[in-house]
């Protein structure tokens, strides 16, 4: 089933953003109140079964495993992270709250000297100095994007709460279950599948030295980087649960529908959660870019510069501009992948199918 007959208008933008681009590649599907609308692929680089790296859009995952954890009562997002990580109050983050944390706000994009490479691949060596870390800015006066250490802020709570780390968890309570193509930790017999990425990145020295920007990106720009989280098995393989992710549009498009109702099991979180994740936690300019941002607890937000969806929708993109979101409003579940970098602020393309697709949606309810 590439496409319901009333998203036909859908398959055919896609199709003619294929034949305006012939260095295009993607895949798109979507599910509305659960069901299948669409499933389409096409480019000379992915196929309907090719997997890849969606960086970022692991994210959503992250948070969707968090709202599981709140749902269940296991995290309060309004307690004080040391209630369940003791180490993290020193430096002056004693009351620095969950919500700050996974929003975003709490000033620990890195680590004076920076994260090794050995503490970016393993998230376990890198908790305690992010544990010792003094801000680098007052937690809850700012939000700045932490590309890859809010998973590994993520990963340690969910150690000291439930005894296992985000890629464990959402394998054995969330994936599995469901048999989603959507993996935080490849399986070795599925690497054929993965697809390349082709960024074209600046070298770590041609990024603007003197502020936070040069801080953030710089374990993605210089190691473990870009390129080793997408194409080798370690990337694949490793605890980065804010950055590896491996899948296709159709398995992001199954998750983000399992947020809005029982879809290839029990609805994964409660709509009273889905409230509490899906509030706006930070707005306005991102202090290590400069660059408009809206978050709510790990989720991106819906906002004048991407308007991807109703108020109340939760999503994530990522570096390559892959991208997924669930908006209970017009029941659409959304999956998209690309291998070709986005401009800042997103996919444009992705953008604009999205609104075709909640067009249509709203129509028919």
């Known amino acids: 089933m590439p496409f319901h007959p009333d998203y036909a208008s859908v398959a055919d933008a896609f199709a003619r953003l294929l034949a305006d681009d012939p260095g295009f590649s993607a895949q798109l599907a979507v599910r509305v109140d659960g069901e299948p609308v669409l499933d ?10 090719s997997l890849i790296c969606l960086y970022s859009v692991s994210k959503g995952v992250l948070g969707i495993c ?3 954890l709140i749902d269940a009562g296991e995290l309060d997002p309004d307690a004080e992270v040391r209630s369940y990580w003791p ?14 944390l996974l929003s975003h706000q709490a000033g620990l994009p890195e680590v004076d000297g920076g994260l090794t490479p050995e503490e970016y691949w393993d998230d376990r060596l890198a908790a305690p100095r992010l544990a010792a870390q003094r801000p680098l800015w007052a937690p809850g006066t700012a939000f700045g994007y932490h590309a890859v250490t ?5 990963d340690e709570l969910f150690r000291r709460i439930v005894g296992i ?3 464990g968890y959402y394998e054995s309570e969330v994936r599995a279950p469901r048999d989603l193509e959507l993996y935080l ?15 074209d990145l600046p070298a770590p020295a041609e990024v603007d030295g003197g502020g936070l920007a040069e801080v953030v990106a710089r374990p993605l720009l210089g190691e473990p980087g870009f390129d080793a989280i997408a194409h080798s098995r370690r990337g694949h ?5 804010a950055a590896n992710g491996i899948g296709s549009a159709r398995g992001i498009a199954a998750l983000y529908a399992g947020v809005l109702g029982d879809v290839g099991g029990p609805r994964l979180f409660s709509e009273a959660t889905l409230g509490i994740v899906g509030q706006v936690q930070a707005t306005g300019l991102d202090i290590t870019t400069g660059d408009p941002g809206r978050y ?7 906002s004048p510069t991407r308007p991807f969806a109703g108020y109340r929708a939760i999503g994530h993109d990522g570096a390559a501009g892959s991208f997924g979101f669930a908006d209970p409003e017009v029941g659409v579940a959304f999956g998209y992948v690309t291998n070709r970098p986005a401009p800042v602020g997103g996919d444009r393309r992705a953008d604009a199918l999205a609104a075709l697709v909640r067009g249509i949606a709203d129509r028919r309810r």
């Open 185 to 199: 930790g490849l399986p070795e017999e599925l690497e054929p599948r993965v697809a390349r990425v082709h960024l």
């Open 237 to 241: 393989t490793a605890a980065l649960p």
């Open 165 to 167: 780390d985000v890629p």
């Open 40 to 49: 389409l692929a096409g480019g000379s680089d992915l196929a309907d079964d």
């Open 296 to 302: 709510g607890i790990l989720f991106q937000k819906p």
């Open 150 to 154: 809010i998973g590994m802020l993520a």
């Open 87 to 100: 180490e993290f109050a020193a430096a002056g983050k004693e009351h620095v709250t969950v919500r700050q």
């Open 66 to 68: 968090v709202a599981r």
